[in-house]
């Protein structure tokens, strides 16, 4: 055994111990140490860059670090394995990707207004905002010698009148504190149940004393990010919001790369405790700590993900999800309670899933659509949820059809050199002077951050921008020269956004030919997706009457920039509205509304899923939407 120790900027050290022979990004796995591997280990992104402190590292050279960072010690450490006892740096922009939990500050109008405006919206469209749970007050006799009726029974039959109904269903762990509870209130009780035609189901007991909050969450599970809200399930009032990266992250930036890794031995299981006991339950405690809530007091969830998320989460094997013929174990499933999977709350609490409707098109998609509100609109209507993955749907009130295209890894930083998420230190928006070829840039984080990488919402920009200036031409080649344009020994050119000394990071922090020829295609992907859909439907772009933007990195994009580089359709400004996480509120707008459940799952069986690997058509259009903003130019009268 050998002592890794692994360093960091701004933290204390980690040691641990390591078998010979074992890789250092497996070690850094099995001790939580975050270091960005997009690619799972494949040594084809380049992201997993350390420096080696000192010992040694058993680590080959790739084309990711020159031969001059490599006699400074840079590694890469999906393909550095110990040998011997070693000290490696792991530089910030190496572990920007994880995102640290946030708990919003819930007196901002503005993290609430998006379930305001949803809840006006449902009301408008004729849904009810209601649910069968409830809290009501019974009395009982108290036994005597006279009367000695077991206390469920006696419980039991005081349910069966107030709530006229026969069947009275008592969970073991209601039963379990019946007793205490009965006696402490002198057979004085509040109820919380769930009310249906056949029966009531008893949730939880307390005295009439006590303060009793029926809580309920709803949770989008993204591939990179996971957001939750907590709500009060008699009136739909949110309690507490918070996010927090997918622990799952570093076992791949990709949905096809955590599949895969779910398939090794131990693989669900990893990719299971990393979604549940590392993310979901720190983060409901965190809220439920903010709020002063006790967990056990959460009596339903809602699940909004993608389909590959739906299955780590449940620990079913998501492997056929990524061959053909594309088979998912399910769609839908109402089977699931907090007990089966280890969620800290209520383990009699049932977990609703938003439903899927495709291999890579899931419940996020679903519950994003009923956000939009396409499936009441009569215009015809584009919704664009841009996660690590680019899911689309098209339609009105008469027909929806949906597709995947594989465009992620690039919009959440991956696929280049120094993207990263829109975490502290990412540049997220950026204007460049034409004559001078500056840059002025939006960092996220506090007064004074400096920038360490890019997230997505800044490379749209900075593309943008490049182009604008004539610096790049509209293959994504560097035409001009300057201070800020680099070049390496075969020509490749970078545009550098910050020096290094002008950076929180350990070289500049700049966007490369190859970065830029990465987010093309990746924009090429979303707008040959919209192309193909259209198509399909025998449509052209001039039939879009709306264009719904959603998703994590949809809130900092420039639109006007996204249809600049031939991301989005050239149709008026004034057609696009952004409605913010679309999957966290669909979940919400389930979780409340039991009318919601039935539309989302109504939108799920009434909508289409269009493969496109088996369109032929969908290649060319890749092909041609690979440009900037597109080989046809016509297809963009106003850029």
Not at 221 to 230: D, K, L, P, R, Y
Not at 366 to 374: C, D, I, K, N
Not at 556 to 575: K, R, T
Request: with cysteine; proline share 4%; hydrophobic share 40%.
């Amino acid at each position: 055994m050998h002592k890794v120790t692994f360093k960091f900027e701004n933290s204390e050290d980690v040691t641990v111990f390591a078998a010979f022979g074992e890789s250092l990004l497996e070690v850094a796995r099995k001790t939580n140490v975050a270091i960005d591997a997009p690619c799972s280990g494949n040594a084809s992104c380049g992201k997993c860059r350390v420096k080696l402190v000192s010992g040694e590292l058993d680590s080959k050279k790739t084309r990711h670090i020159s031969d001059e960072e490599y006699e400074k010690g840079w590694r890469l450490a999906c393909v550095s394995t110990i040998c011997a006892d070693v000290e490696v740096l792991v530089p910030d922009i190496a572990s920007a990707y994880k995102s640290r939990m946030k708990v919003a500050d819930l007196s901002s109008p503005d993290e609430v207004k998006i379930f305001d405006d949803l809840k006006e919206q449902v009301e408008e469209a004729g849904i009810t905002l209601a649910n069968n749970l409830d809290v009501v007050q019974v009395s009982m006799e108290v036994p005597t010698l006279d009367d000695t009726m077991p206390d469920n029974e006696r419980f039991t039959r005081v349910l069966q009148k107030v709530s006229e109904r026969t069947s009275i269903q008592i969970p073991y762990s209601v039963l379990k504190k019946l007793p205490d509870i009965l006696r402490a209130g002198n057979f004085q009780v509040q109820v919380i149940i769930r009310k249906t035609n056949k029966d009531v189901f008893v949730y939880d007991i307390f005295t009439k004393e006590e303060n009793v909050v029926v809580g309920g969450l709803a949770v989008d599970i993204g591939t990179t990010t996971v957001s939750a809200i907590i709500i009060n399930m008699l009136d739909g009032s949110i309690l507490a919001k918070a996010s927090s990266g997918n622990g799952q992250i570093r076992y791949g930036a990709d949905v096809i790369n955590r599949i895969i890794e779910s398939a090794k031995p131990g693989g669900k299981e990893r990719l299971q405790k990393a979604i549940i006991e590392e993310t979901l339950n720190p983060l409901i405690r965190q809220m439920c700590k903010e709020i002063h809530m006790d967990p056990m007091h959460i009596y339903r969830m809602c699940v909004a993900g993608n389909s590959t998320m739906n299955h780590l989460l449940m620990g079913i094997n998501a492997d056929p999800l990524r061959t053909e013929p594309y088979i998912p174990a399910f769609f839908k499933t109402n089977s699931l309670f907090a007990s089966d999977i280890g969620i800290a709350i209520n383990p009699d609490s049932h977990i609703i899933v938003a439903p899927n409707i495709g291999s890579y098109v899931g419940g996020d998609i679903t519950a994003g659509a009923f956000v939009s509100m396409l499936w009441n609109k009569p215009e015809f209507s584009l919704f664009i949820d841009l996660g690590t993955n680019g899911e689309i749907v098209f339609g009105n009130s008469d027909f929806m059809i949906s597709c995947a295209c594989s465009a992620g890894p690039a919009f959440e930083g991956g696929d280049i050199s120094c993207g990263m998420r829109a975490t502290d230190g990412a540049i997220e928006a950026c204007t460049i002077d034409k004559d001078t070829m500056e840059p002025v840039m939006t960092i996220v984080g506090n007064e004074g951050q400096k920038p360490i990488g890019i997230c997505g919402s800044g490379i749209i920009d900075v593309i943008s921008e490049l182009f604008r200036c004539g610096i790049i031409d509209p293959k994504g080649k560097f035409v001009r020269e300057g201070k800020r344009i680099k070049r390496d020994k075969y020509g490749m050119g970078s545009y550098v956004l910050a020096f290094e000394e002008d950076a929180d990071s350990v070289k500049d922090v700049e966007i490369t030919e190859v970065d830029i020829d990465n987010f093309i295609r990746a924009k090429g992907a979303i707008f040959s997706a919209i192309r193909t859909m259209l198509a399909y439907c025998d449509f052209d772009i001039s039939m879009i009457e709306h264009v719904f933007v959603a998703g994590g990195i949809g809130s900092g994009i420039n639109m006007s920039n996204a249809v600049h580089i031939g991301m989005f359709p050239d149709v008026p400004l004034e057609m696009f509205q952004y409605i913010g996480n679309s999957s966290l509120s669909g979940a919400y707008a389930m979780l409340y509304s039991t009318q919601s459940e039935r539309k989302v799952y109504e939108i799920a069986k009434n909508m289409t899923y269009l493969e496109l690997s088996a369109i032929p058509q969908y290649m060319d259009e890749f092909v041609a939407a690979c440009f900037i903003p597109h080989t046809d130019a016509s297809l963009f009268p106003q850029q």
